[in-house]
Structures are given as C-alpha cells and as structure tokens.
C-alpha cells in the first residue's frame, strides 16, 4: 500500500530478468553493462539497458529483496520524492561507476571492459538513508553479546549482493557516494536532479493504478500476514512507528523542561482543547508570547510534495521547531 513505485521495481525488471535467463538467453547481450562499448562505440543506449536489468538471478533475487524492504522510503516520502532519489542516484552512480574504473586502471593497472548488470547503484545508495533515519531495534542475541536487530537482516542481504561479483564493488561504492551526495543538505543536488511535478503526475495518471493496492483492513496492519515473516516484518514496522513517537515525546518533555515553548496543538487536539478550557484562568501577555519560529520554504515545499497543504505544514515546521522528519512522522500519523 502506498509503494507502486517499489512494486514497479520489484515486478517488472525481475519478470524481464528470469525471461532473459530462461526464454531468451540470445538478447542478454543487449543488456550487457559494456564500458568499452559506451566509451569506444559510443552506445549510450547500454546506460540505461545494463543498468536496469539484472543478468545473475542472484542479483535479481537479492535486490527485489532490498526493493521490497526499502518500500518505507516511499511511503514516508511520497512517489514523487522517491522516485526523484532513485533518479538522481541512478544518474550520479553512472557517472562514478565511470570514475572508479579510470581511477582502478590508473592506479592498479586493471582494466575493466565490463561491470555487473542491474538496478545495483539505486539500491546502495538506499543504504544511506536507510543507515541514517531508520530506527534501530533489538530483536535477539545471539551468544549473549551480538544484537540482531530489525536492520540486519538487510545488511546481511546487501553484504550477499556485495559478495556476488568480481567488480561488484565499484557499484556499491559509486551507490553509497552518489546517496551521500544526494542527502547533503551542503551540495543541493536534489534541487538540480528531480522528477518534475508534470512528469509525476504523467506516471500517476497512467501507471499508478496499475500498480497500486488497496489500503489495507486493520487486521492486516497489526500484523495478521500469510507468513511468519511478514508478520514480523509488520512488527518491526510498527515498532519503528512507536520509536518514533516516543523520541518526538522525549524530546517535548525536554523542550518543556528548558522552558521552551512549543505548538502542539495542531498536532494534538486534546493539548489545544485544554488550553481553551484553561485560558480564562490565565492570559499570557503580549510581551511572554515568543516570536514564530522561521521556517524554511524548502522544508514546507517538501511537505506539500507529500500531499500536505500549505497550511498543515506550515503549522508543523512551527511546532517541531522546523525539524522536517518530526514534522512529516507527525502529519503521517495525524
């Protein structure tokens, strides 16, 4: 629910994937990652071809997994947003993947015709946020001293994929580079590479419905999945939920503590309806109100790429003190 992007990815290039190795094994070449054909011959087209589709079904198998596991972002950030990230990192992981192999042939003299096939730089570079802004929840130990959490099962996936090619390595690290350039608040590349709003509402119109579901029943939310695992994975998402919101809730009561005064009504009604019953009681002056706090108008455009009114994220910048994740797990939840 809320991920057709995901589920495109997870769909459609695994289905051409095993076509490819089962049916038609005699056009895999035209989905072959050449570099010595792009540099030489001047093939661009194998950009976009070797780069989309997976010709080890390993690949295919462990980054399908990675793609469904790393739905939250969609869900969190919208289409829009989501799929502009996965843009930008495709676009930026190109270009390292050919920097890293000059710089490998200048420096270890090893020359690179050629370079493993896949959406892998899009999905390393998910790691960056995935790292940054998931929560991270014990699970188990094992031995009583290693802690398996709810992210380590992913880590163990991607190490799988890391592990399942010679230069398999220069696609991690051009992914995880072009994730952390992506996210920097200090380059601004998400300004130069996103998906325009016309584009987004081309594929909404016409692909959307393909691919999405149904909002799911309450049963299904409190983790009533067809298999253990889907039920624990619904858990731990729920769990992830519940982390975030007893975080904003510590953080208030620090606020509060240090005499801060913060707006929560709008995200709060019942905290609103109890400062109206007590406000006969007590007027503040002009003079103990605080100025509004000053909010960015990149973070509000960004709220209402979600789907956010102008005014609802206005009011929630303002009372999380212009912090954009707490302002978005707010307006998620309310």
């Given at each position: 629910d809320k991920a057709p992007l995901s589920k495109s990815?997870?769909?459609?290039?695994?289905?051409?994937?095993?076509?490819?190795?089962?049916l038609f094994q005699h056009y895999q070449k035209f989905f072959a990652y050449n570099l010595q054909a792009i540099k030489e011959d001047f093939q661009i087209w194998r950009l976009l071809c070797g780069r989309t589709i997976c010709l080890d079904l390993k690949d295919t198998f462990c980054s399908s997994l990675l793609i469904y596991n790393f739905r939250i972002f969609e869900r969190?950030?919208?289409s829009r947003k989501f799929s502009s990230f996965l843009l930008g990192a495709w676009m930026l992981s190109a270009l390292f993947d050919l920097l890293l192999v000059e710089i490998t042939q200048y420096?270890?003299?090893?020359?690179?015709?050629?370079?493993?096939?896949?959406?892998?730089?899009?999905?390393?570079?998910?790691?960056?946020?995935?790292?940054?802004?998931?929560?991270?929840?014990?699970?188990a130990q094992v031995l009583g001293h290693f802690s398996i959490t709810n992210k380590t099962l992913v880590y163990i996936v991607g190490l799988q994929l890391l592990t399942s090619g010679s230069y398999i390595w220069i696609l991690a690290l051009s992914g995880l580079v072009s994730g952390i350039c992506y996210n920097s608040s200090i380059?601004?590349?998400?300004?130069?590479?996103?998906?325009?709003?016309?584009?987004?509402k081309i594929f909404s119109w016409t692909l959307?419905?393909?691919?999405?579901?149904?909002?799911?029943?309450?049963?299904?939310?409190?983790?009533?999945?067809?298999?253990v695992d889907i039920q624990r994975q619904q858990r731990m998402e729920l769990l992830d939920r519940q982390i975030m919101m007893s975080q904003v809730a510590q953080m208030r009561r620090q606020r509060q503590q240090q005499g801060g005064?913060?707006?929560?009504?709008?995200?709060?009604?019942?905290?609103?309806?109890?400062?109206?019953?007590?406000?006969?009681?007590?007027?503040?002056?002009?003079?103990?109100?605080?100025?509004?706090?000053?909010?960015?108008?990149?973070q509000v455009a960004r709220l209402m790429e979600m789907g956010f009114s102008r005014g609802d994220a206005l009011e929630a910048l303002?009372?999380?003190?212009?912090?954009?994740?707490?302002a978005t797990n707010f307006l998620l939840q309310h």
């Open positions: 990815l997870l769909l459609v290039p695994s289905a051409i994937s095993i076509l490819l190795a089962l969190r950030y919208g420096i270890f003299g090893i020359t690179i015709n050629s370079l493993p096939s896949g959406f892998l730089g899009p999905v390393f570079a998910l790691f960056v946020p995935f790292y940054s802004s998931i929560p991270r929840v014990q699970v380059l601004k590349v998400h300004r130069i590479l996103c998906v325009p709003n016309w584009v987004a959307e419905p393909i691919f999405s579901s149904a909002e799911p029943t309450n049963e299904v939310r409190v983790g009533m999945g067809a298999t005064m913060i707006n929560w009504n709008r995200l709060f009604p019942p905290l609103r309806h109890r400062h109206n019953a007590n406000y006969q009681d007590h007027h503040p002056s002009e003079q103990d109100t605080p100025p509004p706090t000053e909010v960015s108008e990149e303002r009372a999380s003190n212009n912090d954009l994740n707490v």
